[in-house]
């Protein structure tokens, strides 16, 4: 029998949906080859793949750019699988996908244990092989069933071997290479302040070549766009350097995070109002990259709580993207409200009621709300903020506070202000 069932695949509409972290180019391929259903059934399976891995092997995680990149590595593993199975190509002959081996390399250099990076990859086979022998029972006539079931647990069994192989020859490969390197030696210093254990100022200044007695500025750079001819690794060197010059403090320090992100520390200015201004007008950026900025903070403690600040914005900026830069103190509060995003949507939809709901035009009327009771109830500057009438706002003000549950209305204003900006970055 032909492996035309293959293209029958659907996602599970009843199952969480999320965009590729693939490149765009890459979907396309995939999609000519398998269809574009075949293809989202694919990233919806990678994606639960993923959410198992980091639950059962914690040490794949470490924020919103390794994610991607597991989420990358992911995909590309089971689009490549189906492509192996639908062409009935050899093992042998199928290459490892580039964004696997990319997340292979990093765990070597985030240190994460060779034998917990195979074990991430086996129970990804084993969530596909299960997803898979689901969609045998659902799109195979009964007669053939036994037969293709045994054909592509083979096959799978095949792939996953020679999976594991290459993931671990790779992994031995950019491990040694990263021991010897001077690399290696910053990134265990910066790993230790991170980590809050004990580093002299002294001999971490002369290994990162980068003063930590100072008041630190912290930022987190990464691509969102993996189109651009020129590589993601000077793009964000481009943008880093841009970002010293704006700021004007001086030569700065740049630490590969993942293959499309880094994070910089710089020595803050003196000055330090509109900073933020200062940078979006001012720096240079390279396409497609984006820029978390973290809250000054002194001396080698101050490197590690504004590295976090710059984190927390950068979950942020992921959450909702708007701006290719994101402040710290901007979005400080969200972020502590989002700290538990499930936690949080309960809040807004407890809080907000119908006024949480799906569409343009409910969005529309919370985004009213929230810029009238952030301007203190002033229609006359909700209205120049929004760029609308008086009676607009008045209109929409009207609408919203309808929609919201009675006990809203009549308790507090701080918990509906909280509501409102948190569902700004949960809900759009």
């Known amino acids: 029998?032909?492996?035309?069932?293959l293209r029958q695949l659907k996602p599970d509409q009843d199952r969480p949906h999320y965009e590729?972290?693939?490149?765009p180019a890459a979907v396309t391929a995939m999609t000519a080859v398998l269809g574009p259903d075949p293809v989202r059934w694919a990233v919806q399976t990678a994606d639960t793949m993923a959410a198992e891995v980091l639950e059962q092997v914690p040490e794949h995680g470490g924020g919103p750019a390794s994610l991607a990149t597991l989420r990358r590595s992911t995909e590309s593993t089971v689009l490549a699988a189906l492509r192996l199975l639908l062409t009935e190509t050899t093992c042998a002959d199928a290459a490892m996908p580039d964004e696997a081996l990319e997340g292979c390399r990093e765990f070597a250099r985030r240190g994460v244990a060779l034998d917990r990076v195979l074990r991430g990859v086996r129970l990804g086979h084993a969530r596909l092989t299960q997803e898979l022998t689901?969609?045998?029972e659902q799109y195979v006539p009964v007669d053939e069933r036994l037969t293709e079931l045994r054909r592509i647990t083979d096959e799978?069994?095949?792939?996953?071997?020679?999976?594991?192989s290459l993931i671990a020859e790779s992994y031995i490969a950019e491990r040694d290479r990263w021991r010897g390197s001077d690399e290696a030696a910053r990134r265990k210093t910066i790993d230790d302040l991170l980590a809050a254990r004990p580093v002299a100022p002294e001999a971490a200044t002369r290994r990162l070549r980068y003063d930590v007695a100072r008041t630190h500025l912290a930022a987190?750079?990464?691509?969102d766009n993996a189109e651009d001819p020129l590589p993601a690794a000077e793009r964000l060197q481009h943008t880093a350097a841009a970002l010293a010059r704006t700021v004007g403090t001086g030569h700065p320090l740049l630490i590969p995070a993942t293959g499309t992100s880094a994070w910089l520390w710089l020595h803050a200015p003196d000055n330090?109002?509109?900073?933020?201004d200062r940078v979006r007008a001012g720096v240079d950026r390279a396409p497609g990259v984006r820029l978390a900025l973290g809250p000054p903070a002194h001396g080698s403690a101050g490197m590690r709580r504004s590295h976090y600040g710059a984190r927390e914005a950068e979950r942020i900026a992921r959450l909702a993207p708007s701006d290719w830069l994101t402040d710290y103190h901007e979005v400080r509060l969200v972020a502590l409200a989002t700290a538990d995003p499930e936690h949080a949507r309960w809040f807004v939809h407890d809080v907000l009621g119908p006024l949480a709901s799906d569409g343009t035009r409910v969005q529309e009327l919370r985004e009213t709300l929230r810029v009238y009771l952030a301007e203190e109830r002033?229609?006359?500057a909700?209205?120049?903020?929004?760029?609308?009438?008086?009676?607009?706002?008045?209109?929409?003000?009207?609408?919203?506070?309808?929609?919201?549950?009675?006990?809203?209305?009549a308790g507090s204003t701080l918990e509906l202000r909280l509501a409102l900006e948190t569902a700004r970055t949960l809900l759009g």
């Open 134 to 136: 689901s969609a045998v």
């Open 272 to 276: 330090l109002a509109g900073l933020p």
């Open 378 to 380: 002033s229609l006359r």
């Open 1 to 5: 029998m032909t492996r035309q069932w």
């Open 220 to 223: 987190v750079l990464w691509c």
């Open 382 to 409: 909700a209205a120049g903020t929004l760029h609308v009438a008086r009676n607009t706002v008045t209109y929409r003000v009207k609408r919203a506070e309808e929609l919201l549950p009675a006990a809203t209305t």
């Open 20 to 23: 590729p972290a693939l490149a």
């Open 156 to 164: 799978l069994f095949a792939h996953a071997d020679t999976h594991a």
